[in-house]
Each structure stands twice: as C-alpha cells, then as structure tokens.
C-alpha cells in the first residue's frame, strides 16, 4: 500500500520561503506521478504542480510558476517542493499524492493521498 508523509509546513512571512516535503513508500514509483496540491479554508483543492518520476518533467499551476519548484529524490522516495516568494495567499493546507501514470492536474486522477500539512503566510 503505497503511503504519503509530508512535512515541512509552518509559518512564514510573506516574501519568505519553504520546502515541502513527501516522502513515499509501498510502491514502484518509477512509473507514477507526483502532484501537490493544496487547499484553503472555503475552498476546493486545488492543483500546485506536478512530476513524473522517471522522466523528471513538470507543469505547474499559473499561480505559482515561477517561484515553486517541484523535484524528487529517487535515492530517498521524495518529493519536494521548493516555494519561493510566499504570499498570503498561499496559505493552505498542502497535499502531496500519486497515481500511476502520467502527471494530471486534476485532483480526481490521483489515487493516493498524504495527511497535508498547514502553510502560513503572514503579511
């Protein structure tokens, strides 16, 4: 059973920065994808950015491109996520999860999921 442990969220001005991280087990993730995600108070989850592990390519939401960076670790089964320039609002609760297959931004294609961790952004 593939499990999701993220880490690395706290509090942080605005202009600061973070690195999330996800760290994978139970499965081959040779052929998955790797998303984050994340999702405000009132809100719908919304998609971050997203990797597929073997290759190594990216896409990213419009809201964060350019100051998120996704990576990942095959040596460690990790996933980062690099957040440069935080604005308030970026203040979530930030999810990694995972699916077989190739990158989605939907939240629907993913099939696992982590507990997220809390990301503020203070002004």
């Known amino acids: 059973q593939v499990q999701l442990v993220e880490s690395g969220g706290g509090l942080v001005q605005a202009g600061g920065s973070l690195r999330l991280s996800c760290a994978a087990s139970?499965?081959?993730?040779?052929?998955?994808?790797m998303g984050w995600f994340r999702q405000a108070p009132g809100k719908e989850r919304e998609f971050v950015a997203a990797?597929?592990?073997?290759?190594?390519?990216?896409r990213y939401a419009n809201s964060v491109k350019g100051r998120f960076t996704i990576s990942r670790d095959s040596a460690k089964n990790t996933v980062y996520l690099q957040m440069n320039s935080l604005k308030p609002e970026d203040t979530a609760v930030y999810y990694c999860?995972?699916?077989?297959?190739?990158?989605?931004?939907?939240?629907?294609?993913?099939?696992?999921w982590g507990q997220g961790t809390q990301v503020t952004v203070s002004s």
């Open positions: 999860a995972a699916r077989d297959g190739y990158y989605s931004d939907s939240v629907y294609r993913y099939d696992y």
């Open positions: 990797v597929n592990w073997s290759v190594g390519n990216t």
């Open positions: 139970g499965g081959a993730f040779s052929s998955y994808a």
